[in-house]
């Protein structure tokens, strides 16, 4: 059975930091793209970025809303997939969602709140 | 960038009624195009890939139509358990990954 878990979300401060983990089971993860997408309060679904495997040379693309603050990275060793998230604002509090794959998305995970306030 | 765009954002149906979500992509996708659904609280779910598609377990009154930039969800028999948002994604030209709006659907 495929699962995704995000871990490490939380409340931070604007302009700090913090980094999801998405642990992964179930499949061949060095085989596969990984994503992240996150839904802000009410609102719909946004990409956030993916990492390919490492077959498509582990490149990674992101949305043009967290270029060069957000970072995705894997391992593959351990079947965990990163984002590690700096400068954050206040616009990216959300539920972050770990995916596999980012052209049709198959499986999601349970989702981290991540609420950036003062 | 492919923008999508669902109508309606939401609707009120019976039990048993047909539902119709509608679906346009700002240029032309093929049948590219998924849907999910994803019910309060919970992680979005793939229903419907490459735009007809239905995937494995998910019940036989739901369907998907269309090719180019029109498509459309159907559910032949709205049941209880369908009351959730549904959402459009284009897979034919990525990054980035682009979604429509959302449908919310009620039962009255």
């Keep these: 059975e495929v699962q995704l878990v995000e871990s490490g979300g939380g409340l931070v401060q604007p302009g700090r930091s913090l980094r999801l983990s998405c642990t992964s089971s179930g499949f061949i993860f060095a085989d596969y793209a990984m994503s992240w997408f996150r839904q802000a309060p009410g609102k719909g679904l946004e990409w956030v970025g993916f990492i390919r495997s490492r077959v498509y040379g582990g490149a990674t693309q992101y949305a043009a809303t967290v270029k060069d603050r957000f970072t995705i990275s894997r391992d593959d060793s351990k079947s965990i997939a990163y984002l590690q998230m700096n400068s954050l604002k206040t616009e990216d509090t959300a539920v972050y969602y770990c995916t596999r794959e980012y052209g049709i998305i198959d499986y999601w995970g349970q989702g981290a709140l991540v609420t950036v306030s003062s | ?108």
């Design chain 2, 1 to 108: 960038d492919i923008q999508m765009t669902q109508s309606p954002s939401s609707l009120s149906a019976s039990v048993g009624d047909r539902v119709t979500i509608t679906c346009r992509a700002s240029q032309s996708i093929s049948r590219n195009l998924n849907w999910y659904q994803q019910k309060p609280g919970k992680a979005p779910n793939l229903l419907i890939y490459a735009t007809s598609n239905l995937r494995s377990g998910v019940p036989s009154r739901f369907s998907g139509s269309g090719s180019g930039t029109d498509f459309t969800l159907t559910i032949s028999s709205l049941q209880p358990e369908d009351v959730a948002t549904y959402y459009c994604q284009q897979s034919y030209s990525t990054p980035p990954v682009t979604f429509g709006g959302g449908t919310k659907v009620e039962i009255k």
